[in-house]
């Protein structure tokens, strides 16, 4: 393999075993004489519970076990708080199953072990449970007011969190701007909704002692540390494997749900393997949520359009336990700027409890909030100074030779200072505007409404942090028997590649082909050594560990390939899985390398006798093994980043409104970004193009409709609308690649990148087709035909 | 944590059975099954058949879709006991024996059409089914968005899934 795999669009690895149908999903592992758990939720959004009656379903025929929480032992304490922050007062995170009082709709109240999950589900029917309901308020801004019913009656007026950052000197940009604009804006609640829901599976071997837990998570390392310190077990007698997973999206990284501890738990207690597997009811109602932010922002700007100032306020629903601390409102509020210079910030946020189910990140955390309340005030000051849209943004981007540009004083979610490394924000911009046929749109769209259609062009633009430490780490090793190399790593995937692109930096450096690298993750016995996948950080993180590891393996197999060709280390190239003189035809295969590179007792194979035909693969004097020297071609390396590396990009549309059936619909869609150099630009735009999918979703259809009662009203994928193929255009998306010069890769992460900008780029274009008709304002998403409605017939429509 | 104290119990269900006799993947099957057990719980759990997957238990993700008589149908909204006498097609048998992917598969491999692969069996039975279906194709992208309009998926953006139906009826030779 000569050519270069970094880079090119190689088919995935993976992909023959799932369109097989040969994927182990947590819910395909064969698990003989398994019990099935379900769980008994609450109904009330917020409740006393007197009693709990679980006799008749204990009597069930088929349960095995019912708990509540006094049948929990040790476990009923309340879940880690996983990131404190001391903007936070009295943080709560939630108990395994309710102890005394209930928060939300969905949380879980006692579980049942049974038969089967029919069973199981009957008799969870069957617990009585005396509630008292409590009064409840759902609205954000009513539940910061004294005497507000509270979420958690330790916590008055529900404020979770307040929190303030400043950059610059945000009073005296204020003082000495000559405009100001200032609007309100509104993202709602929102759900991941992974295609599958989360699953757990345990299995106990009392004889070994030895706990085995399958888990669609992603992180199933941290989970292994947690379960081995909830349960007292060494964590070498844990291991959790987090198998194919359905779509994650953010959704399946907590410590802990519920049923992450109290799965095993049963496994331990009844002898028997005990198998969670969540519907999409309770993924509704039981699994963690994001979105739901107001930003008030005002831009204080010269007559020019250049913004010299920031102010934003902004309310950030945390549901009703905060078990991830400001995480989310944290990002939101070191994005908030987007790519622009404005030099001077102030950003502060109260984090509010709400008797809902707890946000934790979801694909995008935050910045689809920020990027919307900055972009529609950008719309906004466009307007009122008369300038065009593009023209206000390019006057404000960073330019190429301001990186590193730092933001002193906002830090953001791992702690350290904003700095946006590097980027090529005006040439974005200038990209998307010409894919777009900006230049014409004038045309079209006047064109358009002769013929009484209404069209408009919606533009906004985004940064990402991306590839948050703290570390990961990589090991590589070449199979003495097959030739084939083996990396791992500590994350787990959820159909993002990683086994493909991980394969390619590997390849590059070991002259094998991407499908002789198998890549081993999601597994604590592969790899235990690592923290998650989360933040758009796998490529960033994992990447250039393994590509460190890769390194230092190539090295060992050049060294040994030259001893054994008993030539110059320079005089050595490594294709075709092998190690060559260099314009020869004299090679030594890679699996002799590394059969010769392990001093041999025994030639019990091809490669073995191979091996002897050569000179060593190691020259020294004394014992076979020198001092400090390890059998084997195989290394372990580690990848720490010094910050975080931030990706961009601009998004722009031609949407086009039905006045009269008040429906949008996507006439053109253009997204320009920039993750740095792209290892499989085909998967990259892959994850590009279903991050554009879901923030469709966000900007038009996926509302989670929670009623004043606290019940969720649409709890189902009849009522929560995930667009299908008939809702999504084509899309075309064009790359920009600027190195990062933070990581020997040059990379940036791209996990979230495509949803940022979607909610912001439909209301623009909205409110651009709708012109006509008066300044309509679209300031909150999703977008729906009744908030069309709603400002039509207030315009006088 | 303690040791367990013993094997739990292994008692039974109080489930009324009724006998159920079927094709599956072209192989005749008989058991005795749950009054209630739904078609993708028998496929998957009394027959190991995992790649059906399940995303929604109530008839709107796709992801549990087999050919039921050769028509794409959901199984999580067939009862088992309802299959009886019908003849079941699942992702199992799409591929040759010696794991030689279909066309369709294959399409779905080069066009880059799955990600998490979860939604994918569904696809790939829905898409296969309508192939397999005699009259004309409507290969237009508004037809392959239709047809692909009984199928969710989360991950891909549904973009590379319709040029990968493009690219099947390519390889398939279908117009
Ligand atoms: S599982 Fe059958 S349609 Fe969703
Ligand atoms: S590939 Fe993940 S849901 Fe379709």
Not at chain 1, 81 to 93: A, E, R, V
Not at chain 1, 305 to 321: C, K, Q
Not at chain 1, 665 to 677: F, P
Not at chain 1, 774 to 796: C, N, W, Y
């Amino acid at each position: 393999m000569s050519t270069r795999m970094f880079g090119a669009r190689i088919e995935r690895n993976i992909d023959p075993k799932l369109l097989r149908g040969e994927g182990a999903f947590v819910d395909d592992i064969p698990l003989s004489d398994a019990l099935h758990v379900a769980f008994l939720r609450s109904p009330h959004a917020r409740a006393r519970i007197n009693a709990i009656d679980t006799a008749a379903a204990k009597a069930h025929p088929g349960v095995v076990a019912v708990y509540t929480c006094d049948d929990i032992g040790a476990l009923d304490v309340e879940m880690p708080l996983l990131i404190p922050h001391p903007s936070m007062t009295n943080p709560q995170t939630q108990r395994p199953l309710a102890r005394g009082d209930v928060h939300y709709v969905g949380q879980t109240v006692a579980m049942v072990v049974a038969v089967d999950r029919y069973t199981a589900e009957d008799a969870a029917a069957m617990i009585e449970v005396d509630y008292a309901p409590l009064a409840v308020e759902m609205d954000m801004i009513r539940a910061l007011q004294d005497g507000a019913p509270r979420v958690h009656a330790s916590i008055p007026n529900n404020l979770a969190a307040h929190f303030v950052q400043s950059s610059g000197d945000p009073d005296g940009a204020f003082a000495a701007a000559e405009h100001v604009t200032r609007i309100t804006v509104q993202v709602d609640r929102s759900t991941a909704a992974p295609m599958e829901c989360r699953a757990v599976a345990a299995r106990w071997e009392a004889v070994t002692g030895e706990l085995t837990v399958w888990d669609g998570t992603q992180a199933p390392i941290s989970v292994r540390g947690g379960l081995a310190s909830v349960f007292g077990i060494d964590e070498d007698k844990v291991r959790v494997i987090a198998p194919d997973v359905g779509g994650g999206f953010g959704q399946k990284v907590l410590l802990f749900y519920p049923d992450e501890l109290l799965v095993p738990m049963a496994a331990m207690q009844l002898g028997r393997p005990v198998k969670y597997i969540e519907d999409r009811r309770e993924n509704f109602i039981g699994s963690s949520q994001e979105r739901t932010q107001i930003h008030t922002i005002e831009l204080a700007a010269l007559k020019s359009g250049e913004v010299i100032g920031l102010r934003d306020f902004f309310l950030h629903d945390t549901g009703a336990f905060i078990p991830y601390g400001i995480a989310v409102a944290q990002v939101a509020s070191t994005s908030i700027a987007g790519p622009y210079r404005i030099p001077n910030i102030l950003v502060e946020f109260k984090a509010v409890y709400t008797p809902t189910v707890q946000v934790t990140p979801y694909r995008g955390c935050g910045r689809p909030q920020a990027c919307f309340a900055i972009e529609r005030a950008m719309d906004q000051l466009a307007q009122e100074l008369g300038l065009d849209r593009f023209e206000i943004r390019r006057r404000n981007l960073i330019a190429d030779n301001q990186f590193p540009y730092a933001r002193e004083g906002l830090l953001f979610a791992d702690g350290l200072k904003v700095t946006l490394d590097s980027g090529q924000y005006g040439k974005a911009l200038a990209m998307a505007a010409a894919e777009l046929g900006a230049e014409s749109f004038a045309a079209a769209q006047a064109k358009a409404l002769s013929e009484g259609r209404y069209l408009g062009l919606g533009l906004a633009c985004y940064v990402e942090g991306t590839g948050l430490g703290p570390y990961e780490g990589g090991h590589v090793k070449i199979h003495p028997i097959t030739g084939k190399v083996y990396v791992n790593t500590g994350l787990s995937t959820q159909g993002q590649g990683h086994d493909t692109v991980f394969a390619q930096i590997v390849a590059d450096q070991l002259g094998v082909s991407p499908q002789d690298v198998i890549v081993v993750e999601g597994d604590t016995k592969a790899f235990d050594w690592g923290v998650a996948t989360f933040a758009s950080r796998a490529a960033v993180v994992s990447g250039n560990a393994i590509h460190k590891t890769a390194v230092t393996v190539r090295k060992k197999v050049l060294q040994a390939a030259a001893n054994m060709l008993d030539v110059d280390i320079d005089s050595i190239e490594l294709r075709d899985s092998a190690a060559w003189v260099k314009g020869s035809n004299r090679f030594v295969p890679l699996a002799a390398i590394a059969t010769a590179s392990n001093p041999l007792r025994y030639a019990f194979n091809k490669a073995a006798q191979a091996a002897t035909q050569f000179a060593p693969a190691s020259k020294h004097d004394g014992p076979p093994l020198a001092e400090g020297e390890a059998p084997g071609l195989e290394a372990t390396d580690y990848y720490s980043p010094s910050q975080s590396t931030w990706a961009y990009g601009v998004h722009a549309a031609v949407v086009e409104v039905d006045p009269g059936l008040c429906t949008v619909k996507i006439r053109k869609y253009v997204c320009i970004h920039d993750c740095g150099n792209m290892i499989n630009p085909m998967l990259v735009e892959g994850q590009v193009m279903g991050g554009i999918a879901q923030g469709i979703g966000g900007a038009l259809y996926e509302h989670l409709d929670y009623q004043a009662d606290g019940n969720l009203a649409n709890a189902s994928l009849m009522d929560f609308l995930v667009p299908y193929a008939t809702e999504i255009p084509d899309v075309s998306i064009l790359h920009l690649e600027t190195p990062s010069p933070l990581n020997p890769l040059g990379v940036k992460g791209v996990g979230e990148a495509g949803c940022i900008a979607v909610g912001a780029v439909v209301a623009s274009g909205v409110e651009d087709a709708l012109r006509p008709f008066g300044a309509l304002k679209f300031h909150q998403v999703p977008l729906s035909p009744t908030m069309i409605a709603d400002a039509l017939e207030r315009a006088g429509h | 944590m303690t040791r367990p104290m013993k094997q739990a119990g292994s008692a039974r269900s109080g489930d009324a059975q009724v006998d159920v006799e079927l094709t599956v993947n072209g192989e005749a099957i008989r058991r005795s099954v749950s009054v209630r057990m739904l078609l993708s719980d028998f496929l998957r759990h009394e027959l190991g058949l995992t790649g059906t997957h399940v995303g929604c238990e109530h008839g709107v993700c796709g992801c549990c879709t087999v050919l039921i008589d050769g028509k794409p149908g959901r199984s999580c909204l067939t009862l088992a006991v309802q299959a009886n006498g019908y003849s079941i097609r699942t992702i199992e048998s799409v591929a040759a024996a010696d794991g030689t992917l279909h066309p369709v598969q294959q399409a779905f491999k080069e066009c880059h059409g799955l990600q998490c692969g979860y939604c994918t069996p569904g696809m790939v039975m829905n898409v296969l089914g309508r192939f397999e279906e005699e009259g004309p194709l409507d290969l237009s992208d508004d037809g392959i968005r239709e047809l692909l309009s009984g199928n969710l998926c989360r991950c891909t953006g549904y973009l590379n899934i319709v040029a990968a139906v493009r690219r099947a009826a390519e390889l398939l030779g279908r117009s």
